[in-house]
């Protein structure tokens, strides 16, 4: 039997400037994936060329049936050097919202996603709190160009990947291993937040504005076990809470959930006996940990409203893909039915692109990308996906 979404249910898909433009060679990213001695398998080219292929992938998108189209602006390109603004940089993505718009497709614009101009990174980064009044002017200076455009506007993409996988584990830039300043830089990217929250508002004071949180269904094993339950707790309270908190009377958080975490008396333990496991990645394909993520960020945000910014499967079978956001959905709707406000539902990613340290490997695309010649080949779940958001109902 069909179960419907609520009327104004939005669908989409995601992607990030470093991720499908190609050519970012003034950010923090660029430079990581070329040094020595990094954990980067390739540097990320051409990517997916989506810098000049923006208007096919756009009309694609709204072919498919999608409503919707997050994708993010590079700072980089907008604020090549400290204080200059490229009108070139800020006039493309003008046009990449204009284009979506033309197409029925609301512009969902993400200022911040993983990359941080070289100048700024050369200056300490996140560390140096100097990195707040830079941001704010940047969102500042965006918004004044692209804001009349934007159907909504997500200031930083998960702030504790990049503190964590930069400053705990090293596999982003600046590629260090120290608690202390893995929380300094949480500290600063609140503060960025909320200040970049401000501007926004300033300039466009009706256009929804949240942050994006890569939150993760955090599990003791036993589930009964008291120091398995307090390591859950301390690595959430680390990972997740300290950045769900200071949202509340935001327009939206935006959750973005993959699988979840396991841990044991003495911390994290791997995957479960006979669950599979994403290969390319290293963790378990767990649907269910969607309708959790929603669930905790609704609580802990105080009734903020959810607006899924990522979800889906890496795979190489898109029936696998399509059986993963299936039992995923029902989650979502479990969590209407409860109640929770859920204002829509976007697939990670829009194309097989540059998956950060792990380069080209992973296949998150509902859209398969010919690297030898950027040819698009629309996958089945595209086809499945779209459908499903043109009835807004599943099943």
Not at 45 to 61: K, S, V, W
Not at 219 to 244: H, K, S
Not at 353 to 373: H, I, K, M, Q, S
Request: net charge negative; with cysteine.
């Amino acid at each position: 039997m069909a179960r419907t979404f609520p009327q104004g249910f939005r669908w989409g898909t995601a992607t990030a400037a470093h991720q499908v433009e190609g050519n970012n060679t003034n950010n923090d990213w660029w430079a990581w994936e070329h040094a020595e001695g990094t954990p980067c398998v390739e540097p990320s080219g051409d990517a997916c060329d989506q810098l000049h292929r923006y208007p096919d992938d756009i009309r694609m998108l709204a072919d498919l049936g999608f409503d919707n189209y997050r994708f993010s602006i590079e700072w980089a390109r907008i604020e090549p050097e400290e204080g200059e603004f490229s009108l070139a940089a800020l006039d493309h993505y003008r046009r990449v919202a204009a284009e979506c718009l033309t197409n029925g497709i609301e512009p969902v614009v993400t200022f911040h996603h993983f990359t941080t101009p070289q100048w700024a990174a050369n200056d300490g980064g996140w560390e140096n709190p100097a990195i707040v009044e830079r941001f704010v002017r940047y969102c500042d200076k965006a918004t004044e160009h692209l804001g009349d455009l934007m159907g909504r506007a997500c200031t930083i993409n998960e702030p504790n990947i990049v503190g964590f996988m930069g400053y705990v584990m090293p596999l982003f830039p600046p590629g260090v291993s120290d608690l202390g300043r893995a929380m300094q830089v949480s500290e600063h990217f609140v503060a960025a937040h909320r200040a970049g929250y401000d501007a926004i508002k300033d300039r466009q004071p009706d256009l929804p504005t949240g942050l994006t949180l890569s939150m993760s269904d955090y599990q003791p094993v036993p589930a009964d076990d008291e120091a398995a339950i307090a390591q859950c707790n301390d690595a959430r309270r680390m990972m997740e809470d300290v950045f769900l908190e200071p949202l509340a009377g935001d327009d939206f958080v935006g959750v973005q959930t993959y699988s979840r975490s396991r841990f044991g008396p003495t911390g994290m333990v791997g995957p479960e006996d006979g669950v599979d496991v994403v290969s390319a990645m290293g963790y378990e394909v767990y649907p269910q940990a969607l309708a959790a993520t929603i669930r905790r960020a609704w609580d802990v945000t105080g009734g903020v409203p959810v607006l899924v910014t990522e979800n889906g499967l890496c795979t190489e079978h898109d029936s696998q893909r399509i059986e993963f956001v299936e039992a995923a959905l029902g989650g979502v709707l479990d969590c209407i039915d409860d109640g929770i406000e859920v204002l829509g539902y976007t697939y990670w990613s829009l194309l097989d692109n540059f998956e950060w340290a792990f380069g080209y490997v992973p296949r998150f695309g509902l859209v398969e990308v010919d690297r030898a010649t950027q040819r698009r080949t629309v996958k089945p779940s595209a086809e499945w996906l779209g459908a499903i958001a043109r009835a807004n109902s599943l099943g």
